[in-house]
């Protein structure tokens, strides 16, 4: 995917990092995003929620996508579109059927399993996109930076 966008139709791009399906990497990804999310306005806990939703959507990928395989590519851009921070990650991997990923009951209690639930939790939108023409699977973030700026107040 050399360097195609995935374009925010109307936002400006602030963010693109094509890295590896490394666990080790996934500090490199953080970093970027708390430093975005602070720049665009994000209070400490929209940052924090920005940080961890992207954290556990790449460990979904790693462990999901490319079942533990660390040569796989793994795309993030974030976009500033308004109000609102606008984060894609995408996979190159099998595509899966979106309607099959679900949080599972948080009544069964048990460890694991609970990353698209804290996502969509923290998120203001978590949309899994229809599988992109040449492969590969698209997830779509969004966080509404100036909600988030009245509800720390």
């Not at 080790?24 to 961890?52: K, Y």
């Not at 796989?72 to 851009?77: H, R």
């Not at 969004?142 to 009245?150: C, F, G, L, P, T």
Request: net charge negative; proline share 5%; aromatic share 4%.
């Amino acid at each position: 995917m050399a360097d195609e966008t995935l374009l925010e139709p109307g936002g400006d791009r602030l963010v693109r990092l094509a890295f590896p399906s490394e666990p080790a990497r996934l500090r490199q990804v953080r970093d970027a995003v708390r430093r975005t999310a602070e720049r665009s306005g994000c209070s400490a806990d929209g940052v924090e929620d920005t940080v961890i939703a992207v954290d556990e959507a790449c460990q979904n990928v790693i462990r999901h996508a490319y079942h533990g395989a660390a040569d796989g590519e793994i795309v993030l851009e974030i976009y500033r579109k308004g109000d609102t921070l606008v984060i894609y990650l995408r996979d190159f991997a099998e595509a899966v059927d979106k309607d099959k990923i679900s949080p599972r009951d948080l009544d069964d209690l048990r460890p694991g399993g609970l990353g698209t639930h804290f996502m969509r939790e923290v998120m203001d939108e978590v949309k899994f996109m229809p599988p992109p023409a040449d492969g590969g699977n698209l997830l779509r973030m969004v966080k509404r930076i100036a909600k988030d700026a009245e509800n720390a107040t």
